[in-house]
């Protein structure tokens, strides 16, 4: 690929992102513009924007490479992908929206009343984005590795030194006109290649991908293993060897593999002649399992060996149990279906909505922009398994979008084509990664640094960026999908109970809400973590803590549910003017306002409606509270005297102090 035609594409990307974002800094006057775009965003523009959030790499890079290496058995991510927000449609936008929490923890706290579930929940929204930042920054690696040669480290480091100047810089109405851009370069990134590469493909006679056979490389095809793997061969197959397999050194001559398993170390270089099938990787000692998200064969893939995959979640899928697929398929369908409402950065832009009515006609149309966008990673999956199936043995399969292009069409054409798809995958890791870090750092903003205000909130922003940074130096290669799949399920497994039965269960009392995260996410993140670091042994025990989703939501929601009935005499005391709040509309409740420590005290909505100063209703409460007076239904006092009133206040009007 011509380098030169790649790197300025993805400059372009980052130019106009930071052009954008600055757009948004010259219209961001007030705190509230800052944090929540002033609760303006109309449904169409809030759609773009969360869309343009939600289609991370996971989505542009890594389904392809799922549908490549494993077949129409993924194609259950997409479907669960875009049915998640039918659900947080029916069961949470308008009640999120309507309860005036900036964040899930200040949906915790204000629904329960409760400091220490807030807190638990906090530790769960941190977890949670850097999870999910984490395959944002090393795909970004991957892609400048691949487009540029560039090492892999660099793409990691370019994207969150713009996201976190975006971030710190305009906040929140500057990511909003970023990521409603960043959808549609997207959407056109992989819908104009498309039409080229059928063209293409109807052009060479309509050759169909098999997934039920190893998948056969059409040219004679020289791959370089980058680790140590174990590959097995169906079928005797010969090829041309420079380096060592199974413990023995070849210089260029040609060997016979037999059928079985064998060892190839990183490094060798393997010349396959046309025709031959694919070699498939397989886990260390046993062949049974495969492994997906970025790397593995048809049936059997991956290796414990090898970096590129430590471990094997998708392998359930392909493996040879019938009922280890049908766990694994039920767990997916689980933790995408109901994870979809847990992700903090999700959560955070519904706040942005005008009411409950623009929250819910947003997610409708949220529901379009992703189901349209999702019919289109498929397909390159599809072609990958027919012109690039040796990405497959290298553990490269998430690049079947980038080198399609090259390896279909060729020339000018094909360098073009493949430099938008690397503008588009750089955009998908700029939207995503600004959602992000934006509800990262206002969670840290809030419950971990010391003090508040715009300005640590720019300091939570470089260490919501550092930490999954530094995380991805030392955890390399981690499979973009299956990094992605872990955040949904622990989202599934702790925020989905805890919104569902908080929305819609009066009964539900701080013990309750503690035990059913600690219990429901706590397990799902344990039983991955282990599974990563493989500890969890073969069989079913490995299935079920790769796929924790089908017994950890449960978990979570007897939990919940067990410890509230226990404890009755623990629900809040407010609990039925919480619920009506979040139930009624805005015409028979009233405007809602932030939760009391939502902005962390600097924005109320009764302020900026009366068009009195922010600072000067804060003054009055304060006074209030010292002198011994009735505070407002809803202030706390200790919430009042602990908060003061930020330096960077700002009039109702938009004009500075």
Same mark, same amino acid.
């Given at each position: 690929?011509?380098?030169?035609?790649?790197?300025?594409?993805?400059?372009?990307?980052?130019?106009?992102? *930071?052009?954008?974002?600055?757009?948004?800094?010259?219209?961001?006057?007030?705190?509230?513009?800052?944090? *929540?775009?002033?609760?303006?965003?109309?449904?169409?523009?809030?759609?773009?924007?969360?869309?343009?959030?939600?289609?991370?790499?996971?989505?542009?890079?890594?389904?392809?490479?799922?549908?490549? +290496?494993?077949?129409?058995?993924?194609?259950?991510?997409?479907?669960?992908? @875009?049915?998640?927000?039918?659900?947080?449609?029916?069961? +949470?936008?308008?009640?999120?929206?309507?309860? &005036?929490?900036? %964040?899930?923890?200040?949906?915790?706290?204000?629904?329960?009343?409760?400091?220490?579930v807030r807190r638990v929940a906090s530790l769960f929204v941190v977890g949670i984005g850097w999870l999910y930042l984490l395959p944002q920054l090393q795909g970004a690696g991957l892609t400048l590795e691949i487009l540029t040669g560039a090492p892999d480290w660099v793409g990691g480091l370019v994207v969150a030194l713009v996201v976190t100047g975006i971030v710190a810089a305009g906040g929140m109405r500057s990511i909003t006109f970023v990521q409603a851009f960043q959808y549609g370069l997207k959407l056109a990134a992989l819908l104009v290649p498309a039409f080229f590469l059928l063209a293409a493909w109807c052009g060479d006679g309509t050759p169909q991908a098999r997934f039920d056979a190893p998948a056969v490389l059409r040219d004679h095809t020289s791959v370089k293993v980058a680790e140590t793997v174990r590959v097995r061969v169906d079928a005797p197959v010969t090829l041309t060897v420079t380096g060592s397999v199974?413990?023995?050194?070849?210089?260029?001559?040609?060997?016979?593999?037999?059928?079985?398993?064998?060892?190839?170390?990183?490094? @060798?270089?393997?010349?396959?002649?046309?025709?031959?099938?694919?070699?498939?990787?397989?886990?260390?000692?046993?062949?049974?399992?495969?492994?997906?998200?970025?790397?593995?064969?048809?049936?059997?893939?991956?290796?414990?060996?090898?970096? =590129?995959?430590?471990?094997?979640?998708?392998?359930?899928?392909?493996?040879?149990?019938?009922?280890?697929?049908?766990?694994? @398929?039920?767990?997916?369908?689980?933790?995408?279906?109901?994870?979809?409402?847990?992700?903090?950065?999700?959560?955070?832009?519904?706040?942005?909505?005008?009411?409950?009515?623009?929250?819910?006609?947003? @997610?409708?149309?949220?529901?379009?922009?992703? &189901?349209?966008?999702?019919?289109?990673? #498929?397909?390159?999956?599809?072609?990958?398994?027919?012109?690039?199936?040796?990405?497959?043995?290298?553990?490269?399969?998430?690049?079947?979008?980038? +080198?399609?292009?090259?390896?279909?069409?060729?020339?000018?054409?094909?360098?073009?084509?493949?430099?938008?798809?690397?503008?588009?995958? $750089?955009?998908?890791?700029?939207?995503?990664?600004?959602?992000?870090?934006?509800?990262?750092?206002?969670?840290?903003?809030?419950?971990?640094? #010391?003090?508040?205000? *715009?300005?640590?909130?720019?300091?939570? %922003?470089?260490?919501?960026?550092?930490?999954?940074?530094?995380?991805?130096?030392?955890?390399?290669?981690?499979?973009?999908?299956?990094?992605?799949?872990?955040?949904?399920?622990?989202?599934?497994?702790?925020? $989905?109970?805890?919104?569902?039965?908080?929305?819609?269960?009066?009964? =539900?009392?701080?013990?309750?809400?503690?035990?059913?995260?600690?219990? &429901?996410?706590?397990?799902?993140?344990?039983? +991955?973590?282990?599974?990563?670091?493989?500890?969890?042994?073969?069989?079913? #025990?490995?299935?079920?803590?790769?796929?924790?989703?089908?017994?950890?939501?449960?978990?979570?929601?007897?939990?919940?549910?067990?410890?509230?009935?226990?404890?009755?005499?623990?629900?809040?005391?407010?609990?039925?003017?919480?619920?009506?709040?979040?139930? =009624?509309?805005?015409?028979?409740?009233?405007?809602?306002?932030?939760?009391?420590?939502?902005?962390?005290?600097?924005?109320?909505?009764?302020?900026?409606?009366?068009?009195?100063?922010?600072?000067?209703?804060?003054?009055?409460?304060?006074?209030?509270?010292?002198?011994?007076? %009735?505070?407002?239904?809803?202030?706390?006092?200790?919430?009042?005297?602990?908060?003061?009133?930020?330096?960077?206040?700002?009039?109702?009007?938009?004009?500075?102090?």
């Amino acid at each position: 690929m011509n380098h030169s035609y790649a790197v300025a594409a993805v400059v372009g990307v980052v130019l106009a992102t *930071v052009l954008i974002g600055a757009l948004g800094l010259r219209i961001s006057r007030t705190t509230s513009d800052f944090y *929540v775009a002033s609760r303006t965003v109309g449904p169409r523009l809030n759609a773009a924007a969360i869309s343009g959030e939600y289609l991370s790499a996971a989505s542009f890079l890594g389904i392809a490479g799922l549908v490549l +290496v494993q077949g129409p058995s993924m194609l259950w991510y997409p479907v669960g992908y @875009t049915a998640g927000y039918l659900v947080l449609l029916l069961l +949470v936008a308008a009640p999120l929206r309507r309860s &005036g929490a900036y %964040t899930l923890s200040d949906f915790a706290e204000a629904r329960l009343e409760s400091p220490l579930v807030r807190r638990v929940a906090s530790l769960f929204v941190v977890g949670i984005g850097w999870l999910y930042l984490l395959p944002q920054l090393q795909g970004a690696g991957l892609t400048l590795e691949i487009l540029t040669g560039a090492p892999d480290w660099v793409g990691g480091l370019v994207v969150a030194l713009v996201v976190t100047g975006i971030v710190a810089a305009g906040g929140m109405r500057s990511i909003t006109f970023v990521q409603a851009f960043q959808y549609g370069l997207k959407l056109a990134a992989l819908l104009v290649p498309a039409f080229f590469l059928l063209a293409a493909w109807c052009g060479d006679g309509t050759p169909q991908a098999r997934f039920d056979a190893p998948a056969v490389l059409r040219d004679h095809t020289s791959v370089k293993v980058a680790e140590t793997v174990r590959v097995r061969v169906d079928a005797p197959v010969t090829l041309t060897v420079t380096g060592s397999v199974d413990g023995e050194t070849y210089d260029g001559r040609t060997l016979a593999l037999g059928r079985g398993g064998h060892l190839v170390e990183r490094g @060798t270089e393997l010349a396959f002649p046309a025709g031959s099938p694919v070699p498939e990787r397989v886990p260390d000692g046993d062949g049974g399992d495969g492994v997906g998200g970025g790397s593995g064969g048809a049936g059997a893939t991956g290796g414990d060996e090898s970096p =590129l995959d430590p471990l094997d979640l998708s392998g359930a899928f392909t493996g040879s149990g019938a009922g280890h697929r049908l766990y694994a @398929t039920y767990g997916l369908i689980l933790a995408t279906f109901l994870g979809a409402m847990g992700l903090p950065h999700v959560a955070v832009r519904f706040y942005t909505s005008p009411n409950g009515r623009a929250a819910r006609r947003t @997610t409708l149309v949220v529901l379009g922009l992703v &189901g349209v966008f999702y019919l289109l990673p #498929p397909l390159y999956g599809a072609l990958g398994r027919i012109y690039a199936p040796e990405l497959a043995l290298t553990g490269a399969s998430d690049a079947a979008v980038l +080198v399609l292009p090259r390896r279909m069409l060729g020339g000018v054409l094909g360098d073009l084509l493949g430099a938008l798809l690397a503008g588009g995958a $750089c955009a998908a890791f700029l939207s995503t990664a600004s959602g992000l870090t934006m509800s990262v750092a206002g969670v840290l903003t809030q419950d971990v640094l #010391p003090a508040r205000g *715009v300005r640590h909130f720019r300091l939570a %922003t470089l260490l919501a960026t550092a930490v999954p940074l530094g995380a991805g130096l030392v955890a390399s290669h981690v499979p973009v999908a299956d990094a992605v799949g872990l955040a949904f399920a622990v989202s599934a497994s702790s925020f $989905c109970p805890l919104l569902v039965l908080g929305i819609w269960w009066r009964r =539900l009392t701080p013990p309750g809400a503690v035990a059913g995260l600690l219990l &429901g996410g706590g397990c799902a993140l344990a039983a +991955v973590m282990a599974t990563r670091a493989g500890l969890a042994p073969g069989g079913w #025990p490995h299935t079920l803590m790769a796929w924790p989703a089908v017994w950890s939501v449960p978990l979570g929601f007897l939990s919940m549910i067990l410890v509230s009935l226990a404890t009755p005499g623990r629900v809040p005391a407010g609990t039925s003017r919480i619920l009506a709040r979040l139930h =009624l509309p805005e015409e028979v409740d009233g405007r809602p306002e932030p939760h009391p420590r939502a902005y962390s005290g600097r924005e109320r909505g009764a302020g900026r409606e009366s068009g009195i100063s922010k600072s000067r209703l804060l003054n009055s409460l304060l006074r209030t509270a010292r002198s011994g007076g %009735t505070l407002p239904e809803g202030v706390p006092s200790r919430e009042v005297l602990s908060d003061e009133v930020p330096s960077e206040e700002v009039h109702s009007n938009g004009s500075g102090r």
